[in-house]
Nanobody
Framework: QVQLVESGGGLVQAGDSLRLSCAAS??????IGWFRQAPGKEREFVAA????????DYADSVKGRFTISRDYAKNTVYLQMNSLNPEDTAVYYC?????????????????WGQGTQVTVSS
């Protein structure tokens, strides 16, 4: 059973940066996605990366500001978030998908972390 643990969230000001980490407990050939959920809203796709790292995908709202990457030695996926704005405030979750193909659909993910809060003040 693979487990995911997110970290790196916090309270920052608009324009600041944060780097979120998603550490996986086991080694599987999977793709990883980052999603976020604000109060009263559905979980929305942010970014995803394939097992090989060759394929990435970003939501339009974060393209050019966020970068997803993975460190195979540490079995960790990162989400570098720059130029944060208050609309980025949410709980951020990483999800694991037992497929080499990335997806934007939360229902296609097989496991989730507990989430990490990101709050951006104006």
């Amino acid at each position: 059973q693979v487990q995911l643990v997110e970290s790196g969230g916090g309270l920052v000001q608009a324009g600041d940066s944060l780097r979120l980490s998603c550490a996986a407990s086991g080694r599987t050939f999977t793709s990883i996605g980052w999603f976020r959920q604000a109060p009263g809203k559905e979980r929305e796709f942010v970014a995803a990366i394939s097992w090989s790292g060759r394929d990435t995908d970003y939501a339009d709202s974060v393209k050019g500001r966020f970068t997803i990457s993975r460190d195979y030695a540490k079995n960790t996926v990162y989400l570098q978030m720059n130029s944060l704005n208050p609309e980025d405030t949410a709980v951020y979750y990483c999800g694991l998908r037992r497929s080499t193909v990335i997806s934007r659909l939360p229902a296609t993910y097989d496991a989730w972390g507990q989430g990490t809060q990101v709050t951006v003040s104006s």
